[in-house]
């Protein structure tokens, strides 16, 4: 950090600690040159996720449609809002986690199918269902299968 009185680059930190909102760090500095006092602060960089659609077009990662097509899926299942926040929240960090700028649609429904297939096997079959476009019978009873076997 560069020393706003003689712009030497070295300082050391005094004293750090949060803002009242939490969201950033408050750092009181001494310059090693000329030893003038001064203060920063730190914040979290976030980095937006943008997700790749099937048709190539992109937009900002929104969890509320992650929400959205769980809570359509858990529609009239003895699953609570609450575990379905928190799922969100573990998908959203995932993406975060993974570093990736652009992230593609299928990643996202792969994590909420390997969510909700712990969360609620209905739930699940009914998400893959629309998620994967069953064409037919056949595919809805190989992913019944794929199900039944794994238990």
């Given amino acids: 950090m560069k020393c706003p009185y003689c712009s030497y680059s070295e300082s050391k930190v005094i004293d750090s600690r949060p803002t ?8 009181r500095r001494e310059c090693l040159s000329c030893s003038k006092r001064f203060t920063t602060y730190e914040i979290m960089e976030s980095v937006p996720v943008v997700v790749v659609k099937k048709d190539g077009s992109r937009q900002s990662f ?15 299942r003895p699953v609570s809002r609450e575990v379905l926040d928190r799922a969100a929240d573990e998908i959203e960090q995932v993406l975060l986690n993974s570093l990736e700028k652009e992230i593609p649609v299928e990643k996202i429904g792969n994590l909420v ?39």
Avoid: H, P
């Fill in 113 to 151: 199918m390997e969510k909700l297939k712990s969360i609620d096997e209905v739930a699940y079959v009914r998400f893959a269902s629309v998620y994967r476009q069953f064409k037919d019978i056949n595919t809805f009873m190989e992913e019944l299968s794929k199900l039944l076997n794994k238990n």
């Fill in 20 to 27: 009242d909102d939490g969201n950033s760090i408050r750092r």
């Fill in 62 to 76: 929104d969890r509320n449609k992650v929400i959205s097509g769980m809570v359509k899926a858990c529609e009239k």
